[in-house]
């Protein structure tokens, strides 16, 4: 069989979009092109995997090589197709059989020496890869990401001899288990609670440790991320009192008055400036 299918996921954002492999054998002049909106780094993966499967004592078959990276339209970037494309090569060229390729999912960038390598967005794959009902196998350095998924059937290998000899039917690869340590549970109410929101954070350190006012523009509290951002403010008033016993020990200013009065601030004045423009378009009074 001169063709071969190979399922894998394309990083989107943090989501992590379905990417088919495909790569087909034909006669004519040798060479490897890969097709499919490949970025400069999937371009590069043709040399990484032809090295990869020389090293790993495989032919790397004399014939003319497409591989086509679907959907066309979704840009591909980084070194996670490397492994996919070197088992599309090895299951097209007959070297490994390709009746299990079907029920898995492979991600991982290849060194020269054919040992896999870890890449970004393990977690969001494993997630689309089990509401998919697939396997995910992917590199040893990210099982532990993709394993905190529940529910999620997660095989990881060191080497890529040892993916070819799993799906051989030669050796056993068990679904991985996390061995990450719990992460004790973090106060809601605090701001280390807060995940991301990073320039939010930032500019509140910045006015709270020089005691400077902090004025909140309509787009940041009605915009996409508003309520995220005035959950961060929340946690941070809910933390006041804490910090007004820690100052008045120390002896430094007490900043957090000033911020709390410069949040209520701009939040009256949000206020007002949304009443003032809702005005014209509430219905005005008959006159009699």
Request: aromatic share 4%; hydrophobic share 45%.
């Amino acid at each position: 069989m001169s063709l071969a299918v190979i399922y894998s996921r394309a990083q989107d954002g943090i989501s992590a979009q379905l990417g088919t492999v495909e790569v087909h054998l034909a006669n004519g002049l040798p060479g490897l092109s890969i097709v499919g909106l490949p970025e400069t780094t999937v371009k590069e993966s043709k040399d990484r995997v032809r090295a990869a499967l020389l090293n790993a004592r495989f032919e790397f078959p004399m014939r003319r090589i497409t591989v086509n990276l679907a959907p066309a339209d979704l840009p591909k970037e980084g070194g996670r197709f490397d492994l996919p494309i070197a088992l599309g090569i090895l299951a097209a060229s007959g070297q490994i059989p390709a009746n299990q390729l079907h029920q898995h999912e492979f991600i991982g960038e290849l060194a020269l020496t054919g040992e896999l390598r870890g890449i970004r967005g393990a977690l969001s794959a494993a997630l689309h890869c089990r509401d998919a009902g697939r396997n995910l196998l992917l590199p040893a350095v990210n099982a532990d990401e993709a394993a905190l998924v529940r529910d999620a059937t997660i095989l990881s290998a060191p080497h890529l001899l040892d993916i070819c000899a799993y799906l051989r039917g030669t050796a056993q690869l068990a679904p991985h288990v996390c061995t990450t340590p719990a992460v004790p549970a973090i106060n809601s109410g605090s701001l280390a609670a807060e995940r991301g929101q990073h320039h939010a954070k930032r500019a509140l350190e910045i006015a709270a440790a020089g005691g400077h006012a902090l004025v909140l523009r309509t787009s940041w509290v009605y915009g996409l991320y508003g309520r995220n951002v005035l959950v961060t403010i929340r946690r941070l008033a809910a933390e006041r009192d804490e910090l007004r016993r820690v100052a008045d020990q120390d002896g430094v200013p007490n900043w957090t008055r000033a911020l709390a009065g410069a949040t209520a601030l701009s939040l009256r004045r949000r206020r007002k400036r949304t009443r003032s423009r809702l005005r014209p378009l509430l219905p005005r009074p008959a006159r009699g």
